[in-house]
DNA sequence: AGAAGTACCGGAAGGGCTTCCGCTTAATTT
DNA sequence: AAATTAAGCGGAAGCCCTTCCGGTACTTCT
């Protein structure tokens, strides 16, 4: 059912983008600024052949940790099922967050989905596992019910864009901590209170 | 008191340095990604010379919003003593949205200091201006006791990365909001709530 | 006024991202 | 096997930010 219009992909060019990828795999893990200049120079092609694979440095990178991220979105999913609506959010926001330093795929994924680049294919996900989880903690009443899984999203990204440092993992449990209580149910105030 | 050490700013230099803040200030009013070149070629210098003024495009922008930056930063204390802590730190977050969307010193004081780059002589201030808010909202029990104003900060910085578009203002209220209650004091839980 | 000293100027140059387009060559047709 | 066609290639070129440094021209001293 695959549509393939005219001619099937041409062997170089896939073996191209194969090889693209192989390297820049590499050189981003060694560094993560490395230039594309520098990666078409390592994977043997010209800049236009490797922007014609992937027109973009962060289409480049979103590519790369394509998988890690499928695996981040499915574990929403599963923490959903399995959990407390507050541990699943929780937890879940913590591998983001441990993710996000590692690896930087995510912040990338943002940044050009915030930014109006990049198609939805890869910012949609995200919003949608976000979305399950905020949807358990509503139907349980431990979270707000009027959530918009974007304005959570944007909230998360705050958690990669911590300055590096000893105290960094702390910082991140902090504003972890913050978000979700932003994101809970508040408890109507005892009556009488002052207003 | 002022450490002039050896011969006072020569005037061409100073001249120089007024035009190109004069040249950028329309510049970046009209486009705000302006190149540095442009804005030189603009004041008829070359860019060595807008680059010796200003190390940096962030530090021409911060330099340029200085004025603005230091009006948010006294409306903090002033809020801070005229109005109740919850109501003061919602006002200034609003303000602070508000221009940061405008224009973007602020954006880029945040974006700056938080990648390391630039001295404290932008970020503290707004660091202390958010911690006399914090305090305040503290003292009187209405926000938590151990809040970080960093983490504030970096949470706002949110606020103006949300992307234009008709709706940007709704969801800069919503954030607002969650962001909000995140700080506020939690209620104890009624006794006998299921844990 | 003239000379000396140096703060300051200007723009070439290096490195980056991305676009463009003439040429190459794999895939397909005859 | 030869011819045809267009997918794909490569790198020059445009624009950006920033650095560097030889030359200029304010200031100051005599």
Same mark, same amino acid.
């Given at each position: 059912?695959?549509?393939?219009?005219?001619?099937?992909?041409?062997?170089?060019?896939? +073996? !191209?983008?194969?090889?693209?990828?192989?390297? =820049?795999?590499?050189?981003? =893990? /060694?560094?993560?600024?490395?230039?594309? #200049?520098?990666?078409?120079?390592?994977?043997?092609?010209?800049?236009? #052949? $490797?922007?014609?694979?992937?027109? #973009?440095?962060?289409?480049?990178?979103?590519?790369?940790?394509? %998988?890690?991220?499928?695996?981040?979105?499915?574990? *929403?999913?599963?923490? /959903?099922?399995?959990?407390?609506?507050?541990?699943? @959010?929780?937890?879940?926001?913590?591998?983001?967050? %441990?993710?996000?330093?590692?690896?930087?795929?995510?912040?990338?994924?943002? %940044?050009? *989905?915030? !930014?109006?680049? @990049?198609?939805?294919? !890869?910012?949609?996900?995200?919003?949608? *596992?976000?979305?399950?989880?905020?949807?358990?903690? *509503?139907?349980?009443?431990?979270?707000?019910?009027? $959530?918009?899984?974007?304005?959570?999203? @944007?909230?998360? +990204?705050? @958690?990669?864009?911590?300055?590096?440092?000893?105290?960094?993992?702390?910082? =991140? #449990?902090?504003?972890?901590?913050?978000? $979700?209580?932003? $994101?809970? /149910?508040?408890? =109507?105030?005892?009556?009488?209170?002052?207003?």
């Amino acid at each position: 059912m695959t549509a393939s219009s005219s001619r099937a992909r041409r062997t170089d060019a896939l +073996s !191209n983008r194969a090889r693209i990828l192989a390297v =820049a795999g590499d050189a981003f =893990a /060694a560094s993560s600024n490395t230039s594309m #200049t520098t990666i078409a120079k390592q994977a043997g092609v010209g800049v236009g #052949t $490797l922007y014609r694979h992937f027109p #973009t440095r962060e289409a480049l990178i979103v590519e790369l940790y394509h %998988h890690e991220i499928q695996k981040v979105i499915d574990l *929403a999913h599963t923490l /959903a099922a399995e959990l407390p609506p507050l541990d699943a @959010l929780r937890r879940w926001f913590e591998e983001v967050a %441990h993710y996000g330093k590692l690896k930087y795929g995510f912040s990338e994924v943002i %940044h050009a *989905a915030t !930014n109006g680049g @990049l198609d939805d294919k !890869n910012y949609e996900p995200f919003v949608r *596992a976000i979305a399950v989880l905020l949807d358990a903690g *509503a139907a349980s009443g431990d979270l707000k019910r009027d $959530l918009d899984a974007e304005d959570v999203l @944007l909230q998360l +990204s705050v @958690l990669w864009r911590i300055p590096p440092g000893e105290d960094a993992a702390t910082r =991140a #449990t902090r504003l972890l901590n913050l978000i $979700l209580d932003g $994101l809970r /149910a508040r408890p =109507a105030p005892p009556p009488g209170s002052p207003g």
